[in-house]
């Protein structure tokens, strides 16, 4: 079981920044990956940004270059730092923990979700 807690959404204006963080506990073996995805309204869910055991991450391609992400040396937290904001970012935004990273910017065989923090970007 894993349980993931994120925080730090939020409004901003379009070339803003916004850092968002995730509290992770549970089984350590089921949280190979961590990562990121995001869902706008009417869109599917996307991997956004992960990041493996060995410290390696992935971004999907419209983020990268804006977006960073990173986690504690204990691995409890995971944060996304959000840089250059555009309005086209604005979506709930979830972490992720699963057994397969992918170098896309996801993470496969999602063993846990977190319940999401809204990220908005006006023009």
């Known amino acids: 079981q894993v349980q993931l807690v994120e925080s730090g959404g939020g409004s901003v204006q379009s070339g803003g920044s916004l850092r968002l963080s995730c509290a992770a506990s549970?089984?350590?073996?089921?949280?190979?990956?961590m990562g990121w995805f995001r869902q706008a309204p009417g869109k599917e869910r996307e991997g956004v940004a992960a990041?493996?055991?060995?410290?390696?991450?992935s971004y999907v391609d419209s983020v990268k270059g804006r977006f960073t992400i990173s986690q504690d040396s204990a691995k409890n937290t995971l944060y996304l730092q959000m840089n250059s904001l555009k309005p086209e970012d604005t979506a709930m935004y979830y972490c992720?923990?699963?057994?397969?990273?992918?170098?896309?910017?996801?993470?496969?065989?999602?063993?846990?979700w977190g319940q999401g923090t809204q990220v908005t970007v006006s023009s």
């Open positions: 992720a923990a699963g057994r397969v990273y992918y170098t896309g910017g996801s993470c496969g065989s999602i063993s846990g």
């Open positions: 990041i493996a055991e060995d410290g390696d991450t």
């Open positions: 549970g089984d350590p073996y089921k949280r190979y990956c």
